[in-house]
């Protein structure tokens, strides 16, 4: 349809044409954006550009945020083909020509997933905090911006915080289905994939990846996160083979990450000297890489002094690359490391609590097979019977919970800070600390921890 609609649009007069092929312009770059077709994007918007040009300057005025939305799409083809330093300025730029909130807080979504994608994980939260906020203001949006939703997962992922990084993909996955858009889905695939080596389901990480390269050609940097993925998968599964072949697609010679991946494909294979190339040989790519790849890098390191009996020195290693890890609170790359990580941190009660430390309060200090219990994120057998003790001893409930409160104490048990629960509850900070405060009064608690024990205890969440 739109094809024809071009063909006929030279039949029309002057001061029709220019705003009807600006508007068929439009349309290729949305059919463009959905299907993933980066090529077809990048002429539309080139195209978009000069026929704004041309436009009077009356058709300019009646359409202030014209050049807001040209902005955005431009940065879209800059983040799309990889420029993130060039895409993150022109939305920046673009976002304040924007007319509408809800259009603003989709510039804000796009450089919330460039900061999360390059590791910066508390900015990207800042700024999809601040996209949730314009999507408030937007009485007729219907659903959160994709992009925003998106970022945040993505952080709550890399944080480790699994049940949140689920409903931000279950909240994105509504917004998809409402306004498809194919990079922005990718990434949430990128998202659930991770999330599948973290649980340890290898061969569903895998078949997600799939998934998400099925049907169009995703960008280089992208398919480079998707063959890490996909390398790690293999070699857990012992598929050596397969994991070497994603490590090279993901181009060790040049990434921190990809050398990583060829170090661990190659462990797996149980060759130690070709693990040792492998992360010598991209060692100039180590400087100006992101926290995240030397995260990567190091822990592939450590893995191999491990392997080779040398504790102290993968120790050293290891807790290097926790401070690394430490201002971020970037904890994911440790959990899918857990398989050769429990011993050390077992044997070791100086590393195990420099752990917790980065990990969260979740992890143990002392005792073997704690820090196992707590990498694993389940309880040991000493927490098992202090929750079972205090079972026996459950409070007292003189007023009901409401349901708002109930829906804060679940943000509560999820380790959401005060301001993550009102921008999920869409109310204002000091209406969650007001339903804190009757929270604690009715279960008598005195802090969060203990209210989320008891309402556990009561089976109230």
């Given at each position: 349809a739109l094809a024809a609609a071009e063909n006929m649009l030279g039949q029309l007069p002057g001061h029709d044409e220019v705003p009807s092929r600006l508007a068929a312009a439009e349309v290729r770059f949305a059919l463009?954006?959905?299907t993933g077709a980066l090529p077809a994007a990048r002429a539309a918007a080139a195209d978009a550009v000069a026929l704004v040009r041309r436009l009077p300057p009356e058709s300019l005025e009646r359409h202030p945020g014209l050049h807001g939305q040209l902005g955005a799409a431009q940065a879209l083809v800059e983040f799309w083909s990889g420029d993130f330093a060039q895409a993150a300025a022109a939305f920046r730029a673009a976002s304040p020509a924007m007319q509408s909130a809800y259009e603003r807080a989709g510039c804000l979504g796009r450089l919330a997933q460039i900061e999360a994608v390059s590791g910066r994980l508390t900015s990207a939260m800042t700024l999809a905090a601040d996209?949730?906020?314009?999507?408030?203001?937007?009485?007729?949006?219907?659903?959160?911006?994709?992009?925003?939703t998106v970022a945040r997962a993505y952080v709550h992922l890399q944080r480790h915080e699994l049940a949140e990084a689920r409903r931000q993909l279950r909240g994105a996955e509504a917004a998809l289905r409402a306004s498809p858009d194919r990079l922005t889905a990718a990434l949430a695939s990128l998202v659930a994939a991770r999330g599948c080596l973290a649980e340890g389901r290898f061969r569903e990480a895998a078949e997600i990846v799939a998934r998400a390269r099925d049907g169009w050609s995703a960008p280089p940097w992208l398919e480079r996160h998707l063959a890490l993925v996909e390398s790690h998968a293999f070699a857990a599964v012992r598929d050596t083979g397969a994991a070497l072949a994603a490590a090279r697609r993901a181009g060790p010679e040049s990434s921190l990450e990809a050398a990583a991946a060829m170090a661990r494909a190659w462990l797996a294979a149980g060759d130690g000297?070709?693990?040792?190339?492998?992360l010598t040989a991209a060692a100039h790519a180590c400087e100006g890489s992101p926290d995240p790849a030397r995260i990567e890098a190091t822990l592939a390191e450590a893995h191999l002094a491990a392997s080779s009996g040398e504790r102290g020195h993968a120790a050293r290693l290891v807790e290097q690359a926790l401070r690394l890890a430490e201002a971020e609170q970037l904890r994911l790359p440790f959990i899918v490391e857990r398989g050769w990580l429990e011993p050390l941190l077992d044997s070791d009660p100086g590393l195990a609590r420099a752990y917790r430390d980065v990990m969260g309060p979740r992890q143990l200090e002392g005792g073997p097979g704690r820090a196992r219990a707590a990498i694993a994120g389940t309880p040991s057998a000493v927490q098992s019977h202090a929750v079972a003790g205090a079972a026996d001893d459950a409070p007292l409930v003189v007023e009901s919970l409401t349901e708002r409160e109930r829906e804060v104490l679940r943000h509560v048990s999820e380790l959401l800070l005060t301001a993550e629960i009102a921008s999920e509850m869409y109310v204002s900070v000091n209406t969650v600390k007001s339903h804190l405060k009757s929270i604690f009064r009715k279960l008598g608690a005195a802090s969060r921890n203990e209210a989320v024990r008891r309402a556990r205890q009561l089976e109230l969440i």
């Open positions: 463009a954006r959905r996209a949730a906020e314009l999507f408030r203001q937007d009485l007729t949006a219907e659903h959160p911006h994709r992009a925003a000297q070709a693990a040792e190339q492998a």
